[in-house]
């Protein structure tokens, strides 16, 4: 795929990256995103201690994942082994890190940047786990731990947020003073995947990482939000499984995107398909550069306190008599209803414009028009 772009001083051959995760755990699996054509691959976060897997620890509902692996697996010197496998090619390495004090996060740092880490990604708020969550609130101290990084190492950082932590403007400020280069965004949502009620116990032990296509919507919302307002370059994550999925971050002003969950449900193979289909797109719609589209959505997205409700009325483009409902079902507004003899029927003089029934109609028979 021949669209390049530069992320954090870096010349990435495309904008698909991996993320940091369970697929990234040793040089095998780093080795296997990159034959697949990823730009760069984050490792799964390394500590100064290996830390043992929770089994069984991942829960699948459809796309939707729950995940408690939290850390590495590995000591730091067999991540050193680990990484003198990997045949980097033209591909970029990025160390995901995480540390309890400034001095442990930058002697990590130092340890990977010997190691041959093209970028560190500072990993500062996992979902799961109570051990310093302070950092994700208090601006000094995470000022103090992304600075300790940034004045120990040569080579770029940048910081991966919870998708609090990326609603925050004041934070946003203070990892920049620190001397960040970019931000991944967002991590993975805290989740439960239920309560068996006949034995009134949790399904999982612990807290999970929720991620997939769930948690898409949110992850969109905080790559614009930080665009909007902040200078920091944004690589995207969170819900990110195919080509449309990616134009999308990239329309909202993400310079990369990182494929996470979506390599544990369908195999590394998926970072071929997404680059093949990406590649397809833009030459499709004659674009030869990803920054011709970077950013383009913005303009249509607004504050709500600046739209002027407009007045909306849905229509119906053909009679309607299939047994589906969903339309008169879903209608607060008493516009939708069945007559006796199976029909669709609407109201116009209802309804509101809210647009639900234009949303669900598995045959789009409904649009909304302006009166």
């Not at 939290?70 to 591909?91: A, H, M, P």
């Not at 439960?192 to 919302?221: H, N, W």
Request: proline fraction near 4%; aromatic fraction near 6%; hydrophobic fraction near 40%.
């Amino acid at each position: 795929m021949s669209f390049p772009v530069r992320f954090m001083g870096l010349s990435l051959k495309n904008p698909i990256l991996v993320a940091s995760g369970p697929w990234s755990r040793d040089g095998a699996s780093i080795q296997r995103s990159i034959d697949a054509g990823a730009a760069a691959v984050c490792t799964e976060t390394i500590t100064l201690e290996a830390h043992e897997r929770i089994c069984p620890r991942i829960f699948v509902e459809d796309d939707r994942l729950l995940n408690t692996t939290l850390y590495s697996n590995l000591l730091i010197e067999q991540w050193e082994s680990e990484l003198e496998t990997v045949k980097k090619g033209d591909s970029k390495l990025i160390c995901s890190i995480w540390g309890s004090s400034a001095s442990e996060l930058a002697y990590l740092a130092s340890r990977v940047e010997r190691m041959g880490a093209d970028a560190i990604e500072i990993s500062i708020s996992a979902p799961i786990g109570c051990r310093n969550q302070h950092i994700t609130s208090h601006t000094p101290d995470i000022e103090a731990f992304v600075g300790a990084v940034v004045k120990t190492v040569h080579i770029p950082v940048m910081v991966k947020l919870s998708y609090e932590a990326a609603a925050s403007p004041d934070f946003l400020r203070s990892i920049q003073s620190a001397g960040v280069a970019a931000v991944s965004a967002i991590d993975a949502l805290r989740g439960l995947c239920g309560v068996d009620i006949e034995t009134q116990r949790t399904k999982m032990e612990t807290f999970g990482g929720y991620s997939g296509d769930c948690i898409r919507p949110a992850s969109l919302a905080a790559t614009a939000a930080i665009r909007q307002y902040s200078p920091l370059e944004i690589c995207s994550t969170g819900g990110i499984s195919s080509a449309k999925n990616a134009l999308e971050f990239l329309m909202l002003g993400a310079t990369c995107v990182q494929l996470a969950s979506v390599i544990q449900l369908h195999g590394y193979q998926v970072i071929t398909d997404v680059l093949n289909d990406l590649e397809s797109w833009m030459r499709g719609h004659g674009y030869s550069d990803i920054e011709e589209i970077r950013g383009a959505a913005l303009a249509g997205l607004h504050p709500y306190e600046d739209i002027n409700p407009r007045p909306l009325r849905a229509s119906m483009t053909e009679d309607c008599c299939d047994a589906c409902s969903l339309c008169a079902d879903s209608c607060l507004y008493h516009a939708i209803s069945r007559a006796p003899d199976g029909r669709i029927v609407l109201t116009p003089s209802n309804c509101s414009g809210c647009g639900l029934c234009a949303e669900r109609c598995p045959k789009q028979l409904f649009r909304l028009v302006w009166y």
